[in-house]
């Protein structure tokens, strides 16, 4: 029989083995909470070669009008963006298959809002069907049969050409690279693009004084807007709402940046008459006379 003194001894003794195994035994590590939360970079998908809106430069960095929107958006709304550059037509795939989250910029169309929810317009533009210099130029795309006219593969551009004109009349190229080649070697006089982004190519391709534009007649006119695969509204009221944050001295800022009122089409090509253009041939140096009081 074991004494009450012996069981207390017995007691402490199992009270410190206990206590020495807690001490002794491997501790689950558990995870420690950050001391603040870091968002997930939002993946925007963006076009490599629309230049001056989105585009990728020479060091293969996104750059552009619409890129510094989001870079600035980047600023004010605290969450990263991480830009996937593709071709036009692999942007809008990237964003439906939800492997961008948004499109940097596009315009919307009856077309793309069965599969795409629009949020913040970012900027008008205009589109315009550019001509050969040696063809008349037409007020509209009507106007420029039968000849067949380049567009960029999946821009709006070519859905609303398509319930205007015949189908063989339009020639669908995957990049703008390709259109300007077309331009080069003949097998197309004409083409429709946004109206910038055309000049840009043009004068890219040493192309810009063939060419030209009828300036009061655009083909279309839109904005610029963010877009998000259908379902995905409450990230396009996130995207709003950094948005919103931008003043509108911040927009002007960039707007001016990128010299956009600025690009231009040559005006002479746009205006003079084959007649008027011979004549300046044959009048390569000419007087003018200028009043002594002004």
Not at 200 to 207: R, T
């Amino acid at each position: 029989m074991v004494s009450n003194n012996g069981m207390k001894g017995l007691s402490v003794i199992a009270v410190w083995l206990f206590l020495l195994g807690a001490v002794s035994a491997p501790v689950a590590a558990t995870p420690v909470a950050a001391a603040t939360s870091v968002a997930q970079p939002l993946r925007v998908a963006y076009c490599e070669e629309c230049a001056p809106f989105q585009f990728r430069d020479e060091a293969g960095e996104p750059a552009g009008l619409l890129m510094d929107h989001w870079r600035l958006w980047s600023k004010k709304s605290g969450r990263p963006v991480q830009f996937l550059p593709a071709r036009w037509s692999e942007t809008l795939a990237l964003v439906k298959t939800g492997r961008a989250d948004l499109h940097a910029g596009l315009f919307r169309t009856e077309q793309r809002l069965r599969t795409l929810s629009f949020g913040t317009p970012l900027h008008r533009s205009e589109t315009h069907l550019f001509v050969h210099h040696t063809l008349p130029l037409p007020k509209t795309a009507q106007a420029a049969l039968p000849f067949r006219i380049g567009v960029l593969a999946g821009d709006s551009l070519e859905s609303h050409l398509r319930r205007h004109l015949p189908t063989s009349t339009l020639v669908p190229h995957t990049t703008f690279s390709e259109v300007m080649t077309a331009l080069k070697e003949g097998s197309l006089l004409l083409f429709a693009a946004d109206t910038l982004t055309g000049i840009h190519h043009l004068k890219e391709h040493g192309l810009l004084t063939s060419y030209r534009y009828h300036r009061q007649a655009p083909l279309t006119q839109a904005m610029w807007r963010v877009a998000a695969a259908k379902g995905r509204e409450a990230l396009l009221a996130e995207v709003e709402a950094g948005f919103a944050r931008i003043t509108p001295a911040e927009l002007a800022a960039i707007t001016a940046r990128w010299g956009v009122s600025e690009a231009r089409a040559p005006p002479t090509l746009a205006t003079l008459t084959p007649e008027e253009r011979a004549w300046i041939r044959d009048h390569p140096i000419i007087d003018l006379g200028i009043d002594g009081r002004w």
